[in-house]
């Protein structure tokens, strides 16, 4: 059946240490993001690609990177820069005909200890 | 800038006890404004798309609507498995960018 993973579900890392969150998607997408999801708060954008080889900054970018390799992969890297990493983040493509349809992965718990 | 407010945050309601949830938004010019419904621990998963004042769409139990300034979420009749947290999105520019809002929590008692 046609998704998105994300990989791990749950990870945890000491400070200091930089995590890469995996994400992979089936569905042909062009269009890929990361967003972080903080209790009591709504979904805010850290990095989204339209294009392979291309992405840009979202509204909380500072202490993550990004590649776009290949259409279907787009994974996060969490780096020690990130004051406060601890969060779940989420994975979403979107296609071609756009109805504002995103589709989501699981998501990434990430703890830091 | 552009906001995005959910209310009530949380929702406690009785089988079958119908009610609405509020987004309210203060964009420049709205693309669309989307509903989302998130079941604990997982990603969002995808309900509605309304585009223009006076809209309305219905799935079920549901059903959204749209004003200039703000969408109602409808429950009628909910049932246990109605319980979910469910979030409001708007997209303002041509790059496909929605802005969340922080979401209400609907929990229904049999």
């Known amino acids: 059946d046609g998704g998105i993973t994300q990989s791990p579900k749950y990870l945890f890392r000491k400070e200091g240490q930089n995590v890469t969150l995996s994400c992979e998607q089936n569905l042909n997408h062009d269009a890929m993001y990361w967003y972080r999801q903080d209790p009591g708060q709504g979904l805010r954008l850290i990095y989204y690609s339209q294009i392979v080889n291309d992405f840009q900054k979202g509204d909380i970018a500072e202490g993550y990177s990004v590649s776009r390799e290949k259409k279907e992969s787009f994974p996060l890297t969490v780096t020690s820069a990130q004051k406060n990493p601890t969060a779940f983040y989420l994975c979403a493509s979107i296609g071609g005909t756009y109805t504002g349809e995103l589709f989501f992965g699981e998501g990434s718990r990430l703890t830091v200890l | 800038e552009d906001q995005v407010t959910q209310s009530p945050e949380a929702l406690r309601l009785q089988e079958g006890e119908s009610s609405s949830l509020n987004c309210s938004y203060t964009?420049?010019?709205?693309?669309?404004l989307f509903w989302y419904r998130q079941d604990p621990g997982k990603g969002p998963e995808f309900l509605f798309t309304l585009y223009s004042a006076g809209e309305e769409k219905e799935k079920e139990r549901l059903k959204a609507t749209l004003t200039k300034k703000e969408s109602f979420l409808h429950i009628t009749a909910p049932k246990p498995e109605d319980s979910a947290t469910y979030l409001c999105a708007v997209q303002v520019t041509d790059d496909y960018k929605l802005s969340f809002g922080a979401g209400t929590t609907v929990t229904v008692r049999a």
């Open positions: 964009v420049s010019g709205l693309r669309g």
